[in-house]
């Protein structure tokens, strides 16, 4: 064999997901304009050449990339061939909390959508073990939405016995975090915090409004009071074409 073949990379198996081919396809050579791997100003492989090297049909490819044409990021010249023109916007403006501060705040111009309360329910799995339970807690299922768009659904389970000094307004507002924190009486002892990396679900995939088996990224928060009651468990669901996650390292 030779070390040219030896070095060959296998073809792409894009079999391994819900997602159509061609949206695949138009992801796979986004990434490539974001990364500079295609560069603004430079000719792209030709249809033949992409789908040779990705396996599938040049029908998917033509689709794949009129997807890019359409955003703009690449243009077709009869004779020519294509040729980036601009670099894809960045589309990751949810920034995942990593500390109280970011906690507290909903993202800019976020859309708070209630959709189910129940009383009496005890959170399962929980996830973070220190502290006690609570006898008994209040659900609240919501919806967050920017520009009309879902970008994430949280559900939180708030000690009961607080749960009933709150207005149902104030969840249409704020974050579970920022109501517990401005109750006067309250005083947050532990926060924890977790996040995964998983694909969307049948249930994601319709509330969020993304493909089966897209990315999203799990957020599993638990709070303790003083005494040593988990006050709070929350678990929520980011779409994950919006979201970025950065964190200060300490040196």
Known sequence: MSTEAALKEPAIDFSLSGVARYIQLATLFRRRIESGQWSVGEQIPTVDELAEECAVARATVRQALGILEVDKLIERFRAKGTFVIQKPQSQLWCEVPTDLSGLLLAADGAKIELLKTEKGVMPANILHTTGKLAPSYQHWRRRHSREGQPYYIGDAYIDERLSRRIPKAAFKQYTTMRILRDMPDLKL???????TIGTADVELSRMLEIPL???????????????GTIVFVGNGVYRGDVVR???KVAL
Not at 189 to 195: L, N
Not at 213 to 227: E, F, I, K, L
């Open 213 to 227: 088996n897209a990315p999203v990224a799990h957020a599993y928060r638990t709070a303790t009071d003083a005494d």
């Open 189 to 195: 002892q532990e926060i924890h915090q977790t996040i």
């Open 245 to 247: 996650l950065d964190i």
